[in-house]
DNA sequence: TCTTGACCTAGAGTTAACTCTAACTTTCAA
DNA sequence: TTGAAAGTTAGAGTTAACTCTAGGTCAAGA
């Protein structure tokens, strides 16, 4: 099966510009051309993928590209394309603790409201204890 | 205690620029001045908290604004400020729902390329079969 | 054949969130 | 009292990631 820049788009959620952007970015070098138009195949699925995943875990584009880049050169850079997955293992990590952080204090707020609006008014509850005693989650102990 | 923009600034890990952007954009309708200065206290912590909070949440500051308008608003407008944290709640559930299905993607590939290195090279995985058959998340069943 | 719609490119425009500069004021230790 | 460090503002500049426009090509159905 062959797939157009629309059909892209919208299985990753995206507009064609984004998919020509991407493309042009570099992020797209597999891609063929028929007269000039790009033909997504079945085979470049894996790396759509990938380009997904790596875009919604938040690596700018030139990060991607860098990725991009040793795949391109092939089994010469296994081992730096293996260190580049296990950063993302750990930033994912990061993000999911950082996540359940905030989640402490989301959960506060929620119990201070329902609080306040039972009485009518926040004064009530307006010296509550919060559960995070600092600003940053980078303070946070383990 | 009262605290100088800089102070602060180190708190939130950000730069003075920063938190006089934030104040610009109204992040800040609470901080005294003292001389033209403005000094930070005790009592304003938990909104630095908070703000801390939304950012790492990745709300707009405009979103952010429209907090912290109603809060100046007071006590008319808790079930609105309720509703913003409810919307907050569902947001982390999502991202930490997005982060684990990310997460099998990395899994994945972290056991491929330790597989291509082992044998020297990726022509033995190409074909392993993906545990995600879309590309988005949001496709994802439950 | 002709029109419609999807494709193409180069390059300009937009938006959010900073980031910095210039010119000035305030604070504070020596 | 004076010089450095840190504060102030308005407004310009930067960056990433799109987003769109203009001007064109191409394939398919009426």
């Excluded at 991009?68 to 296990?86: C, P």
Aim: aromatic share 12%; charged share 35%.
């Amino acid at each position: 099966m062959s797939y157009s820049v629309s059909e892209v788009a919208k299985m990753m959620n995206v507009s064609t510009y984004t998919i020509r952007y991407y493309d042009k970015e570099g992020l797209f070098p597999m891609v063929k051309r028929v007269n000039g138009i790009r033909v997504f195949e079945d085979k470049d699925f894996p790396w759509l993928r990938m380009l997904n995943c790596l875009k919604n875990l938040n690596l700018p584009i030139k990060k991607i590209k860098e990725y991009v880049d040793l795949a391109v050169r092939g089994d010469e850079t296994l081992k730096e394309r293996y260190q580049l997955i296990l950063e993302q293992e750990e930033n994912i990590q990061k993000q999911i603790q950082e996540l359940q952080y905030y989640k402490k204090q989301i959960d506060f707020k929620k119990a201070y409201y329902e609080k306040a609006i039972e009485v009518g008014t926040e004064e009530a509850v307006k010296d509550w204890p919060n559960p995070a005693a600092t600003l940053d989650v980078d303070e946070v102990p383990d």
